[in-house]
């Protein structure tokens, strides 16, 4: 891609008489957008005429391939005036500009036209003083936009409805304002991360938006509706009375979630046909995070013919193959390590929930053999046809790698897919490192195991990285719950290559490598971005801090990536090692080595960043 523009560069430069000093360049437009502020005294010393705002750095300015500007970052600097006075039109010739942020300035006015701006993908203005009502249409443009946030001024009016139709919106903050009415209904698939709190809205919540909870209409008196536990009354208000105090709303939540959990589980085990109520109660077992589910137990299934034994659905689906699958009916088999099974062993299987991420939910079950597997279902997964789902998951389930977990089997419907691989009893890298809310030590994890458990992640993505090496993303989803532990602390990587299953970009999102800066910033993606994701497993382990990385709205954890960089300058690399480990040997100089490698790795200019081959060669130089 980048090659191919630079290709077309030098074509341009070759066959046309192409002389930059002629042309308008983007400095012009940067300054008279400059000129806008009343005070932008903080931009004085880079911003200056005839010089590149890419190649000398200006303040704030991050660019495309060094030359063309694609991030406009006005954080905190003072800059003042009235939205009137601002130039979006010269901003509007930045024609590679992506995300704006005029966060923390003291701005005042109505929003300016930053809808002329149709391929932003990201708007900040929050902190300022903005006011007035933003006009219903505004929006209607920005399609590309998806980051949006206003809040912290003092935009009033009704929230503009022209929001509904940003199909890849994935944050939406519009908390401390003061718009008031209804609120429209936004709730686009798109959505992860949603705050109209602290604000003067009123009436009933849109029903599509309860699945982010309650939290994020905090602090909106007259918003009703089950989402708040506040029943509404006749004219879409707050009943005057309020029938439920706090701790009943809770146990609510509680209630629905079990609710939720059972709706889920009785999907899972499809279209099953009740002809008789016999529930059996699941308790927790070894893991963290277990709920205690419902399950409809066993032999409803309109397949089963005549039930038979554990094992004899099962062969036949593997013998059937594809052809059984056609009707979407069962479980195909890619591995049969773990023995064979069908989609009746997982019906009749005990079955625990473990938890639940942006791809899907996970479940843990117990075959009938006696096998305990890993169930995860997954929406979002269309972009292949059966058949090409069906050579895929194949291809994963022949990996043999003694660092990577492969698929045992399938279940192929058009609205969901499951995926089951096997258990493995240690469980995740993120349980064992940081337990259930800091009550489990991890003392086990000497500094030999956590060297090895590294070495192994290390190996792992090695492997990967060439098998899959044609792959945007080999891996594309490395973080510590996706590493489990064997017995002898053998790391095994799950859930890889994924990315070329998935077809909803929102869903595609929830892959942690979407995390590195380049994608957060430029929606660029390569197999560095999975160097990018190493790096923070390797800062995770040797610090035993859990990264901020892995949140969503990176509120609480520890960001890793800006303390290590912050250590290397400050030349105190030791500190950051786990208490845990920094007194059980003399290795502390290996350990400052490992540490440097996690900072190589998340390097945040991704030109700059170390391969994944040289990543791999300085950890295998590594010794206890
Ligand atoms: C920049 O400099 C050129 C000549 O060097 C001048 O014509 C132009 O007006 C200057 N622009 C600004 C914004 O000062
Ligand atoms: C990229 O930058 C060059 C030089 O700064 C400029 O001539 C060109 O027009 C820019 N391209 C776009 C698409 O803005
Ligand atoms: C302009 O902003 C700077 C901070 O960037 C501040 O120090 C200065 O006092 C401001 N000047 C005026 C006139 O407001
Ligand atoms: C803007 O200011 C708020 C409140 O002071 C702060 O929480 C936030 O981190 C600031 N934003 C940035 C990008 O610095
Ligand atoms: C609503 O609940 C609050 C506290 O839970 C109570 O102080 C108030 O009197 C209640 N209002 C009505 C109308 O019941
Ligand atoms: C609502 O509360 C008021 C006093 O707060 C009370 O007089 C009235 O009977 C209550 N209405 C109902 C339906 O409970
Ligand atoms: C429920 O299932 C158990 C064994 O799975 C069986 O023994 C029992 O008879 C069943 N109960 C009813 C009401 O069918
Ligand atoms: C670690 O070392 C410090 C000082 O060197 C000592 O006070 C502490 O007891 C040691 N902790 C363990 C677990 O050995």
Same mark, same amino acid.
């Given at each position: 891609?980048?090659?191919? #523009? ?33 005070? /932008? ?62 966060? &923390? %300035? ?11 701006? +149709? ?26 936009? !998806? ?6 001024? !003092? ?14 919106? #994935?944050?939406?903050?519009?908390? %401390? ?57 006749? &004219? ?29 589980? *009785?999907?899972?085990?499809? !279209? ?34 005549? $039930? ?9 689906? @593997? ?11 069962? @479980?195909?088999?890619?591995? =049969? ?114 060297? !090895? ?24 989803? @490395?973080?510590?719950? %996706?590493?489990?532990?064997?017995? &002898? ?14 077809? &909803? +970009?929102? /869903? ?26 190493? $790096? #923070? #497993? ?5 610090? $035993? ?12 954890? *520890? ?15 030791? =500190? ?12 502390? $100089? ?12 998340? =390097? ?21």
């Amino acid at each position: 891609m980048a090659a191919a #523009v630079r290709l077309l560069l030098i074509s341009f430069l070759i066959f046309s008489h192409y002389t930059p000093s002629l042309s308008v360049g983007e400095d012009v437009y940067l300054l008279e957008f400059k000129e806008g502020f009343q005070n /932008s005294s903080a931009l004085d010393s880079t911003w200056r005429n005839g010089t590149h705002p890419c190649r000398d750095k200006w303040r704030g300015i991050e660019c495309e391939d060094n030359n063309n500007v694609s991030s406009l970052i006005l954080v905190g600097l003072g800059l003042s005036g009235s939205s009137q006075q601002m130039d979006i039109e010269a901003l509007s010739n930045l024609e590679r500009l992506r995300f704006v942020s005029l966060e &923390n %300035n003291s701005i005042s006015g109505p929003i300016p036209e930053f809808n002329r701006l +149709t391929s932003l993908r990201s708007l900040f203005i929050s902190g300022n003083q903005f006011s007035g009502v933003i006009p219903d249409n505004f929006f209607d443009n920005m399609g590309s936009l !998806k980051k949006l946030d206003l809040a912290r001024n !003092k935009f009033s009016g009704k929230i503009p409805v022209s929001l509904e139709k940003l199909g890849n919106l #994935v944050q939406l903050s519009l908390e %401390n304002n003061e718009f008031s009415g209804p609120i429209p209904s936004i709730g686009q698939q798109s959505l992860v991360e949603v705050d109209f709190s602290n604000n003067k809205l009123q009436g009933r919540i849109p029903q599509l938006m309860s699945r982010f909870g309650p939290k994020p209409f905090d602090g909106n008196p007259d918003l009703c509706g089950p989402i708040v536990s506040k029943p509404c009354n006749a &004219n879409g208000l707050p009943d005057a009375n309020n029938s439920s105090s706090d701790s009943d709303a809770g146990t609510k939540w509680v209630i629905l979630g079990i609710v939720v959990t059972v709706l889920l589980m *009785t999907i899972l085990f499809n !279209k099953a046909k009740k002809r008789e109520e016999n529930f059996s109660v699941l308790g927790k077992e070894s893991s963290n995070k277990v709920v205690q589910v419902r399950i409809p137990s066993s032999n409803r299934r309109s397949m089963s013919r005549k $039930g038979g034994s554990y094992k004899d659905p099962g062969t036949r689906s @593997l013998r059937r193959g594809t052809s059984t699958g056609k009707h979407g009916n069962d @479980l195909v088999v890619v591995n =049969e390590e773990k023995g064979i099974f069908g989609l009746q062993d997982l019906m009749k299987a005990a079955a625990e929930v473990l938890g639940s991420g942006g791809l899907g939910s996970a479940y843990k079950a117990i075959m009938g053999n006696g096998a305990s597997v890993v169930v995860k279902r997954f929406r979002d997964m269309n972009k292949l046809n059966r058949d090409a789902f069906d050579a895929e998951v194949r291809r994963l389930g022949r990996i043999r790698h003694r660092n990577i977990l492969p698929p045992l089997a399938y279940h192929y419907r058009k609205e969901e897919k499951l995926l089951v691989t096997e258990f493995v009893p240690k469980g995740s890298l993120t349980f064992l490192l940081h337990g259930d809310r800091g009550s489990t030590s991890h003392a086990e994890l000497t500094w030999p195991i956590r060297l !090895k458990i590294i070495k192994g992640v290390a190996r792992g993505m090695g492997f990967l990285h060439t098998e899959f090496a044609n792959y945007e993303l080999p891996h594309g989803n @490395l973080k510590s719950s %996706n590493i489990l532990l064997s017995s &002898n602390y053998e790391p095994l990587l799950t859930d890889y290559a994924l990315y070329a299953l998935i077809s &909803n +970009t929102h /869903s595609v999102q929830a892959l942690f490598s979407y995390k590195c800066p380049e994608a957060v910033l430029y929606q660029q993606l390569s197999p560095k971005s999975d160097v990018y994701c190493l $790096g #923070v #497993v390797i800062l995770e382990i040797m610090t $035993g801090k859990f990264p901020s990385q892995y949140l969503n709205n990176q509120k609480g954890g *520890t960001d890793v990536v800006q303390w290590i960089r912050q250590a290397v300058s400050e030349d105190r690399v030791s =500190e950051l090692i786990d208490p845990e480990i920094v007194n059980t040997s003399s290795s502390i $100089g290996q350990m400052e080595k490992m540490l440097f490698i996690g900072a190589a790795c998340t =390097e945040s200019d991704h030109d700059k960043r170390i391969e994944m081959r040289e990543a791999i060669r300085n950890i295998e130089e590594i010794q206890v």
